[in-house]
Each structure stands twice: as C-alpha cells, then as structure tokens.
C-alpha cells in the first residue's frame, strides 16, 4: 500500500530532493487515512461482537440451549431450544431449494450467456435489491393465504432471499476460472456440459461454498419475512414444517420486545447462539469444500 | 460457404451434445498402435476465419501431411494461431468467429454441420500456449481427463495409459512417484509436458501446439523439441512458433504468413519443406522473415 502512494508518476524527482520528502509526506498520510479507515471498520465489529458475547454468555448455557421458554416471558429460566432446532429445519430446507437453482442459474449465465442469460442477470440485481419484508409479504399472499402459517413458507421466503445472493457469488467466481481451462477441456473433445461439470465447477468449488455460507448466514439472521410466513411457536419444540415454528431470530425478536429483564437475557443469549451456529456452519462448510476439491486449489 | 458462431458452450443445440461415435470396445493393442500410425492427411482449403467480420487471415489452401512436423512461422498478429485454431474447430469457440472455406480431415469438412465438433477435438488434439493443467486434479487425474470425461473407455485405472502416455510426453521418470500429486505442483516446463501428455492419452492423429515452448525455459523448451520429434512417429504434429531456430530445429515443413500491416488479414505466403524455407525461399518477403530482416 505504501509503495502505491511513494510510486505515482509524478515528475521525477532526484533521491533526496523536496520531491521525495512531499511524497514520502503524502505517503504518511494516506497510510494514515487508510489505518483509520481499517481500525475503524474492525473497531465497530469487534465491539458489536463483544457486546453480544458478553451479554449473551450471562445466560448462555445448557440449560438453554435444551429447553423452551417458559409459559410466562417475565419468568427467569428456560431456554430457545425450538428456536435453534426451527432455525437448523427452515434454514436447512430453504438451502435444500436455493443452492441447486442458484449455483444453476449461475452457470447458465457465466457459461451459456445469450439474452436469457442476460434477463437472468438483471432479474438477479433486483432481486438483491428487493427488501426481504416485500419477499415476505409475496409468500404470504401467495402461500399463506391458502396454506396458512408453516415451516415451508418460512423456508420459501427464505430461499428467495439466498437465491440472488447464491447466483451472484457463484457467478462473480465462475467468472474467474480462467477461458484456458475451459478451451483445454473442450480441446480434449470433453462435450461442454462435462467441462463445466467436472472442471470449471470443482475450480470454483471454495468460492462458490464462500458464497453460499454467506446466504445462509443471510436467512439465519432474516426475521421480518419470517414473521409472515412461519410465524413462531414460542410454546414447544416443533419438527415438522408444515406447522407455525420458531426460529432464533423470531425468538430474539419476540423475547428482545418484552419489557422483561429475563426475557432479554434469553434474547442476548439467542444472538450470541446465532452468530455461532453461523461461524460454525461457514467453518464446516470451508472444511468439506477443501477436502473434495483434491488438492485444495483455494 | 459460411458458418455462423457457434456458441462455445451450446450444449442446448443437440447435435453438440451427441457422444462422439465410439468402437464398443477397446480395440486390441496392435490396432490400436496400427490406428495411431495412420493420421488423416489434413488440407486445407480457401479458409479464411474472422473475427467479428473482420478476417484475421484469409484464403489459405495447404496440406498438412501424415508423419510430417509442419511449422507455422510468421510476424505476431498474421494468423498463426487462427489458423492452428481453425484446424480442430477451436476457432469457432471465441465469441463472434466465423470460417469460410474448408478444412478437410481425411476428405471429410470438419465444418459441415454433420460433423460432431466432439469427434474431431478427439481427432485432432491441442497444447496451448501457457501450461493449462486442471488444478483440481492430480497428475494422473490430469492425464487420464480427456479418457475419463469423455468416457471413451469408461472409468478404469488405465495405469499402462497413464505411463505410456506420461512416458511418450517425456515426463514419466520425474513424476512416476507422484502420481497423486496436485498437477498444478510442477514447474512451467513439467506442466508443459502434463498438458502433451493429456492431449496424446486421447490418442489423436494430429496434434496442433500454439507456441508450446514460449513460456518455459531453455531446457524444458529443449525437451519439448525432443519430444516432437518423438511423437511425429506416432502423430502428425502442427506447431505454432515465433522462433526461427525451432522452426528450423523441429519441422519438416514450414508454413510462412505474413500480414502487411495490422487491419488486414494475414495470408499465406510460402509453404515447403523446412531447409528450402530457410535456405532457398521463392518469395522476397520470406527471406526477409527468416534472414531476420523485420519481424
Ligand atoms: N479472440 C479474438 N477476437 C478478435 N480478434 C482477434 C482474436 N484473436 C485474434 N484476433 C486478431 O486476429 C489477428 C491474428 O491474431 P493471431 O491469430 O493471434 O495471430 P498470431 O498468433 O500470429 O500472433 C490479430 O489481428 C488479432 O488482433
Ligand atoms: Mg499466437
């Protein structure tokens, strides 16, 4: 970075000269700017993370995470263990439903191009664009209504808030596998489909998992269209999905609005919970990606 | 007649997706070393390929025949690489390009649209220019790729494939006890031959390399010299090359294209055996080329 700033093709000046010092002085400074810029993006991070982990390991314990909240939200005790277990169920379905469509379209896009292929891609930027209480209100009009409240829809909304995220990371890294692998698979007369299968994919497998935990970290996170499609269930552990489920995020939300002290501890430590199921799931995930690819290319 | 741009990937389009013609079995060894020592003869035909409508090089007619080295030689940007590209349908996998004319692989037009393009990549092999090693792969992986993904003998460890084909590429000693390995682990020179080695585990009659040696060094590039001549045996060979020494070295033929500018296409000049070429050319400007007098 620094060498940036001292190489700029200014007039050249000789060694020593006031052209070294002013450049050497605008090197201090922009390393200055950019180190504060860096401190200050990591600072806000660190401390919302901080807040949340030492608030939430007041309450976080077994306890929690093996029960259900109590009848009365004002009461100490009990735990989001439907909330976790909703979470793994709409989150994993939803997954389930976006990953193939997405990583899908995406090769469809990069590799097939055409003007379908564009559409796609501008459908896609909307869709990133859309805010996911919108996405919400569209599954419930459309499914609630007939279907009622369940653990389906609330993995349909979600699925539509990952699949634009999924076919943009996958497409940004489909982008840069590079044309001469896929010219030295289809010059060893592989047919196109196989190429894209079995060399363009498996050199894009890191990123394209990268992508992918970022959109489950997305949907873990989404409450408002949850809210009007799998509605929660703050009483007992729900597996089926065809009925209304908690999920974490309803949980911190329902318990967080309670004027109640116990309940916000629950809701503190429900947050904790999720930022680590999410860190759990991104270093699973980067762990599985590594070892298909063979030789672990990213 | 002319050809529209085929899309590189069009797998929508079925004839592109049709396996290629296969012999239900694995053909004996001898037929197959008798298939190996007879490659078609390749002519070509008032080709001219463009790009965007533009011609990069135009009215080419030659013969490319069995067993023989044929070098291209030439200026940068005169069409040498088009051209090397246009003999194995590659050319039409850049977006916008189109051929006219013919390119006549044991009299049958690689571009009638009867033709599968899957069939004649199989048939008419290419090393690129930079090393291009699959990097998930091992080397064995890397080796048997174009075997395994085309299912021309279905899955199998093919470990006499793997060594002949490693051992004719001039890599076999160097990586035997490393199979597993990551391909994308050896030297520039080391994946160079990697990718000769893939390419000749398909088994093709002619194999087109575009400047095979120019990123490597010295030695590798020595080696590789060695090996063509080696796999002339077996193979015809097409090679690309901007150095006049090699050509010289490795070729039987040599194919001179010059262009006169950049904006027109480049053209062939002169085509002939190597040492006439280089020692008694008929043309002034290929005497200028390889007496070193511009280019
Ligand atoms: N993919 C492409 N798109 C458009 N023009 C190209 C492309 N590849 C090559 N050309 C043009 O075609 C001409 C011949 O290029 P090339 O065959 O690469 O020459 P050489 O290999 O002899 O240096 C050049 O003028 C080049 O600019
Ligand atoms: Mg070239």
């Not at chain 1, 097939?112 to 501008?122: E, H, N, P």
């Not at chain 1, 949850?226 to 089926?240: Q, R």
């Not at chain 1, 999920?247 to 629950?266: K, Y």
């Not at chain 2, 599968?116 to 220019?129: K, L, T, Y």
Request: with cysteine; aromatic share 6%.
């Amino acid at each position: 970075m620094a060498t940036h700033f001292a190489s700029r093709p200014e007039a050249e000046p000789r060694p020593g000269g006031p052209g070294l010092r002013r450049r050497m002085a605008t090197d201090m400074v922009g390393t200055g700017v950019l180190w504060l810029a860096t401190a200050l993006t990591v600072g806000v991070l660190l401390w919302v993370l901080g807040y949340a982990a030492v608030q939430g390991f007041r309450y976080l314990g077994p306890e929690f995470l093996t029960s259900t909240p109590p009848g009365d939200p004002s009461r100490a005790g009990g735990g989001f263990l439907n909330g976790i277990i909703g979470s793994l169920i709409v989150v994993g379905l939803a997954t389930v439903v976006a990953v193939p469509l997405g990583v899908g379209a995406a090769v469809y896009v990069v590799e097939y191009g055409g003007r379908l292929a564009r559409a796609v891609d501008f459908l896609t930027d909307l869709l990133i664009g859309i805010p996911a209480i919108v996405t919400g209100a569209f599954v419930y009009a459309l499914w609630v209504t007939r279907f009622g409240f369940s653990g389906y829809a609330g993995a349909i909304s979600l699925a539509l808030v990952m699949l634009p995220l999924i076919v943009r990371a996958t497409a940004e890294i489909l982008c840069l596998v590079p044309r001469d692998l896929r010219e030295a698979g289809l010059a060893l007369g592989v047919t196109p489909a196989r190429t894209i299968v079995s060399v363009v994919l498996p050199t894009a497998m890191g990123g394209i998992t990268t992508g992918i935990m970022l959109a489950v970290a997305r949907a873990m996170g989404e409450t408002a269209p949850l809210l009007l499609t799998a509605l929660g269930n703050d009483l007992f552990v729900e597996t089926h999905p065809d009925h209304r489920m908690s999920t974490l995020s309803l949980q911190i939300f329902s318990n967080a609005i309670t004027g109640f002290e116990a309940a916000q501890a629950r809701a503190w430590a429900g947050a904790l919970t999720l930022v680590i199921l999410v860190l759990l799931c991104t270093a699973v995930a980067r762990f599985v990606a590594r070892r298909s690819s063979v030789t672990g290319a990213r | 007649m002319t050809y529209g741009n085929r899309n590189p990937l069009d797998s929508l389009d079925p004839t592109a997706m049709k396996e290629p013609k296969m012999p239900p079995t694995a053909p004996p060894v001898d037929q197959q070393a008798a298939a190996r020592f007879a490659p078609a003869r390749l002519d070509v035909v008032d080709l001219t390929a463009s790009y965007r409508g533009l011609p990069a090089v135009a009215d080419v007619s030659l013969t490319i025949e069995p067993h023989r080295v044929t070098a291209l030689i030439g200026p940068s940007g005169c069409g040498k690489s088009t051209l090397l590209r246009c003999l194995n349908g590659m050319h039409l996998m850049a977006p916008h390009a189109t051929v006219t004319g013919q390119v006549l692989l044991g009299g049958t037009d690689i571009y009638d649209p009867r033709v599968n393009p899957i069939e004649i990549r199989r048939r008419v092999g290419m090393v690129f220019q930079r090393p291009t090693p699959f990097p998930t792969m091992s080397i064995r992986d890397n080796v048997l790729a174009g075997v395994h993904l085309g299912r021309r003998r279905g899955r199998g460890t093919h470990d006499d494939l793997v060594e002949q084909a490693l051992m004719r590429a001039g890599l076999w000693k160097e990586v035997r006890n490393r199979l597993k390995a990551p391909g994308g682990g050896l030297s520039g020179g080391q994946q160079q031959r990697l990718c000769i080695a893939r390419a000749l585990a398909v088994e093709p009659e002619i194999l087109l390399m575009d400047e095979p040696c120019s990123a490597l060094d010295p030695i590798s590039t020595l080696v590789i010299e060695d090996l063509i001549k080696e796999i002339r045996e077996t193979c015809t060979v097409v090679i690309v090359t901007h150095n006049m020494q090699q050509a010289a070295r490795v070729s039987d033929t040599t194919v001179f294209l010059n262009v006169e500018y950049a904006g027109v296409p480049g053209r062939l000049i002169e085509a002939g055996p190597t040492e006439q070429i280089f020692n008694a050319p008929q043309q002034r400007a290929t005497e200028d080329y390889t007496s070193g007098r511009f280019g």
